[in-house]
C-alpha cells in the first residue's frame, strides 16, 4: 500500500468522498468557535481598540495564500517527477482558492490598515510582496485558462510555478531591500517568542484550523469537479472516435 | 545504417491513433507510408524524428541521424535562397551548398530573397536543405505537395541519389514518385480502443 | 550557434525584422512622462532614473513575442529540434540575439534619453551600468515567457501577464541603483544584486525555456 496509489482517480474520488463531510463539519465548527470567539469574547486591544479582531480572518488568509502556493509547488513537482494526472489537476483547482485567499488578506489589511497606519495602502515589504504573489496567481490561472491540451497545460503552469517560486522568492529580498516597511514583525512564528496576547491566540488557533481544512474541503471538492471534467471529455472523446 | 519500429503506438491530443507498427527500413531503401486522412501518418513521422514521445514501442534509429521535412519549411522570407540554406548548413555542420542548389534547379534563384518565390520554389529550397543536412534518414512528410511534373522528377533523382549513397527514406505521399519501394498502407494499424492511453491507465476510464 | 545568431540578427536588421520599433518606443514613452507629471525639471531630475528604466522594461516586453513565434510559425522550431543543437543553446541565443537588437540599443539611448528628463549629471554612468547588467536578465526572463506562450494563439497579452511579476527583482535592483546613482548614494549594493540575478538566470532559466519549448513542439 503506497501513498501514490491515491494518485489514481477512482482512488482518490472514493477517499476524498469518505474525507469531504467530516472535512467540512469540522471546519465549520472550528471557523464558528474561533469567529464568535474571537469577534465577541476577546477584549479590545489597548492600543488598537476593537480593529484588532480583524486578525481572525487576516492572518488565516495570509497564511492560506502562501500555503496553497507552496500546495501547488508539491503538486507541480509531483507531477514533473511521476507524472499522476490528479496531481496536475489538484495545483489546476488550489490556485484560484490561492488567489482569493490572498485577496482576502489584501482586502483586510488595507481595512485594518486604515485606522491604525492611516491610510488604505502602504508600499510596505510585506503588503508589496502580496500584491506581487497575488499576480503571479493571476498569471498561473490565465496560462491554465489559455492552453486547451491537458497534458501540455499540466506541463507548462508546473514548470511555471517552478520558475514563479523562485522568483517569488527573489521578490521578497528584493521588496525588502527597497523599502523598509511599517508592518509588524510575524504574528506567529515557531522560533520566536509568541507576538500575540494569550487570550487573542487561543481563538486564532481555532480560526487558522479553520481555515485550513477550509482549503482541504474546497481543494477536495475542486479536484473532484476537475476529475470529473476530465472523465467527461474522455468518455466524449471515445465517443467521437469510435 | 537502418530505422526499425517495433510495436510502435502512437496519440494525437492525447488521444492513440496508431497502435502495433512494426516495419524496418534497411540503408539503400525506401518505404512509402499510404493511408487516409486523419489516420496518424504525420504524427507517426513525428514520433519517429524524435518531435514528440511515443505510446509505447520502440524506434531504433542511431542517434541524430535523421532530417525531417513537412509541412512548413522553415524557410526565412527575409534572406535569400542562399541564406536559408547556408544557414542549416552550419546547423549541421556541413559546408557545401551547391550540390544542394544544382539538384533541385535553385541556382539562378540563390539570390533572390525566399519571400519571393513561388508556393512550388519554396518546397523545393525546402527539400534542397535535406541534401544540405547530409543526414543518412530522411523522413519526410507529404513532400510534393505544390511541385510540378517536373520539380517531382528532380526530387524522385535525389531520392534515388540519396538511396544509391546509402541513405534510406520514410516517405508519406499519395503519388507515385516511380521509386522501386515498398509500400505500407497504415490504415490496419487503427487504434482499436481510441481513447487515451493515460486515461486508461489512470483510471479516468 | 553562430549561425543562428547571425541568422537571427540578419532577420531583426532586415525589412519587417523590428529592429528599432523598440527603440522608438523607449523615446516615445520618455516624451509621454513630462506631458503626463507636469514640465518641472526637479521632478523630472527625481522620477527620471524610475522612468527610464520602466521605459527600457517596456519596450522590451514589446518585441519579446518576435523571439520565438516567427520560427514557430514557419516551422523552424521543428527543424531545429532535430537539429544537432541543444534546445537550451538555441533558446540562449535567441535570447542573445534579442538582448543585442533590442536590449543594447536601449542601453546606448538611455542617456540621450536621460537628457530629455534632466537627469542629475551624477546619475549617467549608474544608469548605464544598471542597464548594461540588467537588459541581459529582462531578454532570458522575456525568452522563456516567449517561450511558454508561443503555442497560444494571440498569446501577447498572457505573455506580458507571466513575465511582468517575473521582472520585478531585476527592476527593484537597476531602478534602485540608477535612482541612488542620482542622488550620489553607494550603488554597489544594488548592482551586485542585479548582477547576480541577471548570472543567475543566465545560467539557469534556458533549461526551463528550452523545457517548455520541447512541451510545446510535442
Known sequence: MSLWEYANPVKFMALSGRILPWAAWLSGICLVIGLVWGFFYTPDDFRQGSTVKIIYLHVPSALMAINVWMMMLVTSLVWIIRRHHVSALAAKAAAPIGVVMTLIALVTGAIWGQPMWGTWWAWDPRLTSFLILFLFYLGYIALWAAIEDNDTAADLTSILCLVGSVFAILSRYAVNFWNQGLHQGASLSLDKEKNVADVFYQPLLFCIAGFVLLFVVLVLLRTRTEIRARRTSALLARERMG | ?205 | ?218
Open chain 2, 1 to 205: 545504417m537502418h530505422l526499425a519500429v517495433q510495436d510502435l503506438g502512437v496519440a494525437r491530443g492525447g488521444i492513440a491513433v496508431l497502435e502495433g507498427l512494426t516495419f524496418r527500413v534497411e540503408a539503400g531503401t525506401a518505404l512509402i507510408l499510404r493511408g487516409p486522412n486523419g489516420i496518424g501518418k504525420t504524427t507517426l513521422l513525428r514520433a519517429i524524428a524524435g518531435l514528440q514521445p511515443s505510446l509505447n514501442g520502440s524506434i531504433d534509429t542511431p542517434e541524430d541521424s535523421i532530417a525531417y521535412a513537412a509541412h512548413s519549411d522553415g524557410i526565412k522570407q527575409a534572406l535569400t535562397v542562399r541564406e536559408n540554406l547556408e544557414f542549416w548548413a552550419a546547423v549541421f555542420g556541413t559546408g557545401d551548398i551547391n550540390g544542394a542548389l544544382d539538384a533541385f534547379a535553385l541556382q539562378p534563384l540563390a539570390l533572390r530573397p525566399a519571400g519571393a518565390l513561388s508556393a512550388g520554389q519554396k518546397r523545393r529550397l525546402g527539400l534542397a536543405r535535406l541534401l544540405v543536412s547530409a543526414r543518412p534518414i530522411w523522413v519526410l512528410d507529404e513532400p510534393t505537395v505544390s511541385l510540378d511534373v517536373d520539380a517531382v522528377a528532380m526530387f524522385a533523382a535525389a531520392i534515388c541519389a540519396h538511396l544509391e549513397a546509402g541513405g534510406l527514406a520514410l516517405i508519406a505521399t499519395h503519388i507515385d514518385l516511380g521509386l522501386d519501394a515498398d509500400i505500407l498502407d497504415v490504415a490496419p494499424f487503427k487504434a482499436r480502443v481510441p481513447i487515451s492511453v493515460d486515461d486508461a491507465m489512470e483510471g479516468f476510464l
Open chain 3, 1 to 218: 550557434m553562430k549561425a543562428l545568431l547571425i541568422r537571427d540578427l540578419r532577420l531583426a536588421i532586415r525589412a519587417g525584422g523590428g529592429f528599432g520599433l523598440g527603440l522608438a518606443f523607449f523615446l516615445i514613452v520618455t516624451v509621454l512622462v513630462p506631458f503626463g507629471v507636469g514640465p518641472q525639471s526637479e521632478l523630472l531630475s527625481e522620477i527620471a532614473p524610475g522612468i527610464l528604466w520602466l521605459g527600457a522594461l517596456l519596450a522590451c516586453l514589446l518585441s519579446l513575442d518576435r523571439i520565438l513565434a516567427l520560427d514557430w510559425e514557419d516551422g523552424t522550431l521543428d527543424l531545429l529540434a532535430c537539429a544537432p543543437l541543444p534546445m537550451e543553446a538555441a533558446v540562449s541565443i535567441k535570447a542573445l540575439a534579442h538582448w543585442l537588437t533590442t536590449g543594447l540599443p536601449l542601453v546606448i539611448a538611455a542617456p540621450f534619453f536621460a537628457l530629455l528628463l534632466n537627469l542629475p549629471s551624477a546619475g549617467y554612468v549608474p544608469l548605464v551600468l544598471s542597464l548594461l547588467l540588467g537588459t541581459p536578465a529582462l531578454s532570458v526572463i522575456g525568452t522563456f515567457g516567449a517561450a511558454i506562450t508561443v503555442g497560444i494563439k494571440r498569446g501577447g497579452l498572457l505573455l506580458s501577464l507571466l513575465v511582468l511579476p517575473l521582472y520585478v527583482p531585476t527592476l527593484i535592483y537597476g531602478a534602485e541603483a540608477a535612482r541612488r546613482g542620482a542622488q550620489g548614494l553607494e550603488t554597489s549594493t544594488p548592482l551586485f544584486m542585479l548582477a547576480g540575478i541577471t548570472s543567475g538566470v543566465i545560467a539557469l532559466l534556458p533549461f526551463a525555456s528550452a523545457a517548455v519549448l520541447r512541451v510545446n513542439i510535442r
